[in-house]
């Protein structure tokens, strides 16, 4: 591992099927940049943050091997990029509650996922409402320069930071502190009703989506019927489309909606397909463990070497 590059650091929570929304606000990105060799990458299954929704050891192992495959299909190279749990690696947990003793509650009670879930009048569990703190020393362990979210995360890296500022001001300088990495034109990827693209809105295209299961997404797109563009239409065509390429197709089916879909359909598939064989035709699970097995291996020496200035910060060593 090459220690003078600038480390980038990413997760995803195993909770369910990834979807187009995922990829273009967060996979992509970070792809692209590993590729190009300018950063070191360490990318995980966030499965700690992802056991506050599944609690079912079996699904909890398929979600995980699933995103695992996601990971390598999207065009990560695991011989070149750090591929692992977080599980695997326990100085995660344990920094996290090193952070817990610097952070105060009514800091945490700031957050909008918190808040989002009071005002759902939900019974918030503690590992909810700690859930900042996970991702802090998520970030902050293997001293990562570039963090490539979605928008909706871009408020958990100001977290990481402050609690980097703080407890460098507390116990001296120990952490790096990281930026976000949000491409602002992709940062909020609409569903097929216009909002945000969710599984939890049931407006997604998932991004191994069969030609049937793309149709039936992209028939599924609302419309309004004024106007000459599907704006929803558009706001997905876009993804996979330079406005250039778009024009003269919208000006030439102008008004005419299903035309509009049906191209969209095609260049999805395009755009799908080869990321879809790739998923099909990857590994055994046998194969994707040790994948996983040897990456948390070199996570846990990068990880451990921090936590061991860490230890000697706060006078535990
Ligand atoms: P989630 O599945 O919500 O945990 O999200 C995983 C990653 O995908 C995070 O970096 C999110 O910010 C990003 N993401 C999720 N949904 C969208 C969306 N609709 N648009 C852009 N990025 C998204
Ligand atoms: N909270 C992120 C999400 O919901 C997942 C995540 C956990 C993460 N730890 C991280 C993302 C560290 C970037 C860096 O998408």
């Not at 650091?9 to 995922?22: F, V």
């Not at 996979?240 to 299903?258: F, Q, R």
Request: aromatic share 8%; glycine share 6%; proline share 3%.
């Amino acid at each position: 591992m090459n220690a003078d590059k600038l480390v980038l650091l990413s997760g995803i929570k195993p909770t369910g099927e990834i979807h187009i929304g995922n990829y273009f606000g967060a996979i992509k990105q970070f792809v692209e940049l590993l590729n190009d060799d300018s950063h070191q990458g360490f990318v995980f299954i966030a499965d700690y943050h992802a056991l506050n929704f599944i609690q079912d050891a079996a699904e909890m192992k398929r979600l995980t091997r699933n995103l695992a495959r996601t990971y390598i299909a999207c065009g990560l190279d695991p011989e070149r990029v750090v591929l692992f749990k977080q599980s695997d690696v326990s100085a995660h947990t344990e920094l996290a509650w090193i952070f817990d003793t610097i952070t105060t509650m009514p800091y945490l009670m700031r957050a909008h996922a918190f808040k989002d879930a009071e005002a759902k009048n939900k019974e918030i569990v503690v590992g909810t409402f700690n859930y900042p703190m996970l991702m802090a020393a998520d970030i902050l362990l293997y001293n990562a320069s570039v963090v490539p979210v979605g928008q909706d995360q871009k408020q958990h890296i100001e977290y990481a930071r402050d609690t980097a500022e703080k407890f460098n001001r507390i116990f001296g300088e120990t952490f790096r502190l990281p930026e976000p990495h949000i491409l602002l034109d992709v940062a909020v990827v609409p569903g097929i009703d216009g909002r945000k693209m969710s599984k939890s809105y049931e407006n997604t295209i998932p991004l191994f989506a069969s030609r049937d299961e793309i149709t039936e997404a992209v028939m599924g797109i609302v419309t309004d019927s004024s106007g000459d563009r599907p704006e929803n239409v558009y706001a997905i065509h876009r993804l996979i489309k330079t406005d250039e390429e778009l024009a003269s197709l919208y000006e030439e089916h102008k008004g005419k909606y299903k035309a509009l879909k049906e191209a969209l359909i095609e260049d999805l598939d395009t755009f799908i397909a080869p990321m879809r064989e790739r998923f099909e035709a990857l590994t055994t699970d046998a194969e994707i463990d040790e994948i996983l097995h040897k990456g948390g291996a070199l996570a846990r020496e990068r990880a451990e070497a921090k936590m061991d200035e860490v230890r000697r910060a706060i006078g535990v060593r």
